[in-house]
């Protein structure tokens, strides 16, 4: 019985030397700074700096808590900023590149990522997170982001200094995050073209250059009573419907184009700005600022047929414009820019129903 008693406590004692040294050499061989790629914090960063191998890059720098600029002094889209911040709080490491494929991942990430830097306010004097002094902007992680592993669930990515890759995944989200690392700045830019209120608006004007007798100009007097004006004959229009004209100048507080068009070659971009615009769209701030949008046809080669049978030659469900200060050649959606495409009949009063004609009808 004795002797048992001995063989068990051997057996538990090389076990548990056995478990020390699995770990010690787990802990030797992922060391935490090989494998840290998450942001303990990220309320506290206040740049992002990531470029690709084929010289895309964006500068996102931090204005205020919720306000994001690039370094072109480009509004950044606040659900992308977070998304990524999301992201960089919660990844984790699913494990280690397996020793055959280490050479072919390193080689890809050599050739094939992004790389990001990060950068977040430190104090050089910080006592228990209770005395904070001397603050300042301090790069705390710079890390590379390649492809995706063949189930589409990992990121390959290796942190500066480093010579070991991991799989890293976000726990939860069943997909990729290298998609959420882009260094191109269209993927990050404020897609807003208007976002005014009606106490913003002095005036609008809307000019439909096919169709002259439809351009119209509304005219904000003390945003409680508004001149409606036809642009055709510069006359004015008395009798509109006021419940219209209110949602049609409510309608200017969210209109975004879809996509910038960086990829479009510039001869076809230069083609079409040289054609004849669709629609001009001028609003007019109070502060004396006027934004102007100039839309273009967007052909539909191969299209569906009308009723009549003929081809339909323009998309009926996109447009081309020409945004801030003509410097942004964009695409627009109807479905958006109908709410603000409004001739000048659409403000117009119905005329009274005659109950005895429409009896006899």
Excluded: C
């Excluded at 710079?142 to 290796?158: A, E, K, P, R």
């Excluded at 070991?164 to 990729?176: A, S, T």
């Excluded at 510039?266 to 701030?285: G, M, Q, Y």
């Amino acid at each position: 019985m004795k002797k048992n008693r001995i063989i068990i406590l051997i057996t538990l004692v090389l076990a548990v030397f056995a478990i020390v040294l699995i770990v010690n050499r787990s802990k030797s061989t992922f060391k935490k700074e090989l494998r840290d790629f998450a942001v303990d914090d990220t309320t506290n960063i206040t740049r992002i700096f990531m470029v690709d191998k084929g010289n895309h890059s964006v500068d996102l720098q931090k204005q205020k808590p919720g306000e994001w600029k690039s370094a072109e002094g480009f509004v950044v889209r606040n659900d992308a900023v977070n998304l990524l911040m999301k992201t960089m709080l919660n990844i984790d490491v699913l494990e280690p590149v397996q020793r055959a494929g280490h050479n072919s991942v390193i080689k890809n990430l050599a050739t094939n990522s992004v790389k990001v830097e990060i950068y977040q306010k430190k104090y050089r004097i910080n006592l228990f997170d209770k005395l904070k002094l001397f603050p300042h902007e301090k790069r705390t992680k710079v890390y590379y982001v390649g492809s995706n592993t063949q189930d589409n669930i990992g990121t390959y990515m290796l942190l500066q200094g480093s010579t070991v890759p991991f799989v890293v995944y976000l726990p939860g989200f069943k997909g990729f995050v290298s998609v959420r690392y882009s260094a191109r700045l269209e993927d990050w830019r404020d897609h807003t073209i208007f976002n005014h209120r009606i106490s913003d608006i002095k005036s609008v004007k809307i000019e439909f250059l096919e169709t002259p007798p439809y351009s119209v100009e509304v005219i904000n007097d003390n945003d409680r009573s508004f001149t409606l004006k036809s642009l055709y004959n510069q006359r004015s229009v008395n009798d509109y419907d006021t419940t219209k004209l209110l949602d049609f100048l409510a309608s200017f507080y969210s209109i975004k184009y879809e996509a910038l068009l960086p990829d479009m070659p510039k001869a076809r971009v230069d083609s079409i700005k040289a054609s004849k615009p669709f629609h001009n769209i001028s609003l007019t701030e109070k502060s004396g600022k006027t934004l102007v949008v100039k839309t273009f046809h967007r052909e539909n080669p191969g299209g569906p047929i009308d009723d009549n049978g003929n081809m339909i030659i323009w998309d009926r469900d996109r447009m081309y414009a020409l945004v801030n200060d003509d410097k942004d050649f964009v695409l627009i959606q109807f479905f958006v820019f109908d709410n603000i495409l409004k001739p000048l009949e659409f403000f117009l009063k119905a005329p009274p129903v005659n109950v005895r004609t429409a009896a006899k009808r």
